[in-house]
Structures are given as C-alpha cells and as structure tokens.
C-alpha cells in the first residue's frame, strides 16, 4: 500500500510528494526543497523512515517544482525524469531563478523521459503518466487506480486550475486536459494538486468554475 507524505516547500508553497510503500522504495514528485533546512527536513523523514529513493519526478519543469532537483540526484544518485516537452523551462532555469533572486549553479538533465501511458515502477506499486498539457507544455499527472489517487501537479487545484498565461499555456487546452484525463477518473479520486489542499474528482466536478463541462 502507498503511503503519500506532503512538504510545502519554497516561496512559492509547492507541494512536495513523497510516495512509499512497505518495500520502503519511495518516488519524490516535484522537490521544491530550495533552503537548507527545507533539503534537511526532507532528508530526515527519509531517513527516519528507512526509506531508499528510486525515482525523481516532476509534473512539469516550473521552477517551483523543480528546485531541489539537484539536491535529490546529488543526495540519492537518481536521475530526472520528466516529459521530453518540459525541457524547455529547465534550460531557461539560470534566468528564471536570477528574476527570483536565487542562484541555481546546476540543472540536472534528465536520464529518462516519460509519456503518456506509462507505468512508473516502484517496489509493489505503480503510477500510470497521464499527459496533460495547457498550465505548462510537458504537464504530466500521475494516477494510481488501485488507491484511488493522482497526483497532478499545477493541471488541477482545489475549486481552481493551474494558471495558462505563462510561456506554453493555453485555457482551451488545459481545459481538454482536464476534462478527458482527469474528470474521466472515478469521482472519488483523490487529487493531490502541487500546490494547496487535496480535492476529489467528483467534488471539481460540481464545484470547480474554471472547467467548462461540456
């Protein structure tokens, strides 16, 4: 059985995932862990648990969601992996983090890409990718049919989408995303968003002014 634990880390408040089962092998999605303190907190719940890291990933390359990258293929000697479109956002990351006022020295490139449908391993458990693009090209979520739960980055937010007027955003076709990716799940899906509290599929269903159901 997965258990999911959540860090909000950075100025930006992205939520950081941490997905383990009783293998003990756990994914990190979207480490967000910038500050000293925040890469430590997250380094001694891994311990404290007897947890052994197997794979990076990020929803999408947005800095928020990328900025401990370095810290965890440096700490755990893991490779990146994301959507082959996200790549375009990681190597503009030295500009866009000066903007920020931070410092970003190295970018880790990925050593694997994923798309849609596939089956992300990780001792007795799985994710299937989900492509989803429209917050950001390369937006993908990851969906666990058994425990009812996907983990969507900035696709979907409690009563509220991710924003479309950054490079590569497009309303009409987050909207898309949304409608046939995720609102095609079972409405008692859990929706783990990257940033805020979880949701449910059926609760955005009925409630979320954003998504225009046809």
Do not use: W
Request: glycine letters at 8%; charged letters at 25%; a negative charge.
């Amino acid at each position: 059985m997965i258990k999911i634990e959540r860090f909000i880390f950075n100025l930006f408040e992205v939520n950081t995932y941490v997905l383990y089962d009783e293998t003990k092998e756990s994914v990190i999605i979207d480490p967000g862990c910038f500050e000293s303190a925040e890469q430590n907190k997250l380094k001694k719940f891994i311990e404290e648990k007897g947890l052994k890291p197997v794979r990076l990933l990020n929803t999408h390359t947005h800095i928020d969601h990328v900025l401990g990258n370095q810290f965890i293929v440096n700490q755990y000697n893991i490779k990146l992996e994301i959507h082959e479109k996200g790549l375009i956002f990681l190597s503009k990351l030295p500009d866009t983090a000066i903007g920020f006022g931070m410092i970003i020295d190295e970018v880790p490139q990925p050593g694997n890409f994923i798309k849609n449908g596939d089956i992300i391993k990780f001792g007795n458990s799985r994710l299937k990718v989900l492509y989803t693009p429209g917050h950001a090209d390369g937006s993908v979520c990851f969906y666990n049919e058994e425990q009812k739960f996907v983990i969507v980055g900035d696709v979907l937010f409690n009563q509220s989408i991710g924003r479309t007027d950054l490079p590569t955003g497009d309303f009409d076709l987050l909207n898309k995303s949304i409608e046939e990716e995720l609102f095609t799940l079972p409405d008692d899906v859990i929706v783990y968003p990257g940033h805020g509290p979880e949701t449910t599929i059926g609760f955005e269903k009925i409630n979320n002014p954003y998504v225009d159901l046809v």
